[in-house]
């Protein structure tokens, strides 16, 4: 039997491991940092989180034709370079401005990185092989969020500051093995689409592509209800458990996430070999939907864990499937465009914990603050149906 893996898509598969590895042993804690370290306010560490996401999401409407145009390892190793230096930047900075400096330089990183990757591995892979190899890139990602954070625990004790130096040798390894490895096996040319491009060629792409245009959207609700987990409904054990009751709760739901995500992901792939990819992002949307409603309704531990198993099944049926349709709404010169335009769903994640926030200020209960974010987020399965049959008119 000829095997899934080459050697190129198994260092790239190694890579997005290593890296976000890497990254989970710092940024989950920088928040702590700057208010131990700095003092800094509530609104000013928010400034400085808010503006990751955002510096994200707009170079996310900028980069894709210059990934589909560049040669992608000469752009994946830019990107790393921009991880690399930011790291390797941040045990330096004493000012305010400098870590807004970080965390725009960071964002427009992984704006670069991330769809990249993804390009890379659809290029490097054969098609029947590639709803396998996608699987296996979320497998190892959520592999890395679980052990990292718990790692970094224990590295902490050597200094936060030395941390990142840590994390910029783990890029600068990254950047070595692409290096080597783009020379070995150098790339086969895309044929290049024909259309000059410019800064402003994604915007046409909504124009032109409305199937593309309501997927987005959906996305974009699927990443609103998602971003409540680690924002409002932390907030919410807060609330409803006394303090040290609603960290040990909010740990064990951690686990609960991350141990079933690894138990189902198999299951999830043989599942996605009988249905199309737009049923399961339907119905990962009603599991995530149904989960975020029981959150609300529920102060019993046992729930709250039976609820977080629904949430996390809807999240691997959904977040493994984005990658496989979107690789299958694009041809092969453009999938750089798609690939980072699909970042836009950030929006989502920037407005979550925002209206997540006011909700619990607003109301006395959970019970409504929950039933009105899964309404939100259940707008994603008529949005990925409508998708689908524009996309197949057309």
């Known amino acids: 039997m000829k095997s899934k893996f080459n050697m190129v898509t198994s260092t790239i598969l190694a890579s997005i491991f290593i890296a976000r590895f890497g990254t989970f042993l710092v940024l989950p804690y920088l928040t702590l940092f700057l208010l131990d370290e700095f003092q800094y306010t509530g609104v000013q560490i928010g400034t400085i989180i808010s503006t990751l996401a955002l510096s994200n999401l707009i170079m996310s409407f900028f980069v894709g ?13 830019t990107g790393l370079f921009g991880y690399l230096g ?7 900075i004493d000012q305010y401005t400098g870590f807004v400096v970080f965390a ?35 497998f190892l990602i959520n592999i890395s969020a679980a052990i990292a954070p718990l790692t970094s625990v224990y590295f902490q004790q050597f200094g936060m ?6 994390v910029g040798f783990i890029f600068f390894i990254n950047i070595i093995t692409f290096a080597f490895i783009f020379k070995k096996y150098p790339m086969e040319q895309v044929a290049k689409n024909l259309e000059k491009q410019s800064i ?3 915007f046409y792409v909504f124009k032109k592509d409305y199937a593309f245009s309501i997927f987005i959207l959906a996305l974009i609700f699927i ?43 198999y299951f999830v792939y043989k599942l996605g070999e009988i249905i199309s990819t737009t049923t399961s992002l339907m119905i990962g949307s009603g599991l995530l939907t149904v989960g975020l409603f029981l959150f609300g309704q529920t102060e019993h531990i046992v729930m709250l864990i ?14 493994t499937m984005i990658d496989i349709h979107l690789d299958g709404m694009c041809g092969e010169h453009e999938k750089g465009t ?5 970042g836009v769903k950030s929006v989502g994640r920037i407005a979550g914990p925002s209206m997540g926030g006011l909700l619990l200020d607003s109301f006395s209960g959970g019970a409504i603050v929950f039933i009105i974010i899964s309404l939100v987020t259940v707008l994603a399965i008529p949005s990925f149906y409508l998708s689908n049959k524009m996309r197949m008119r057309g």
């Open 86 to 92: 930011c790291y390797i930047y941040f045990p330096f």
């Open 161 to 166: 500051k030395n941390l990142f130096f840590v």
């Open 200 to 202: 402003f060629h994604s």
């Open 338 to 342: 798609y690939f980072a335009l699909s």
């Open 223 to 265: 990443s609103f209800g998602y971003s409540q987990f680690d924002s409002t409904f932390s907030q919410y054990l807060g609330i409803i458990f006394n303090h040290k009751q609603a960290l040990q709760y909010f740990a064990w739901l951690i686990t609960t996430n991350a141990i079933t995500v690894i138990v189902i992901q």
């Open 306 to 319: 039976l609820a977080m198993i629904i949430f996390t099944a809807g999240e691997v049926l959904v977040f």
């Open 104 to 138: 725009a330089i960071l964002g427009m990183s992984q704006a670069i990185v991330e769809p990249t990757y993804r390009v890379l591995l659809s290029l490097y892979t054969e098609p029947v092989n590639r709803r396998f190899i996608f699987n296996i890139r979320y």
């Open 65 to 77: 034709p210059y990934i589909d145009k560049f040669p992608k390892n000469k752009v994946i190793i």
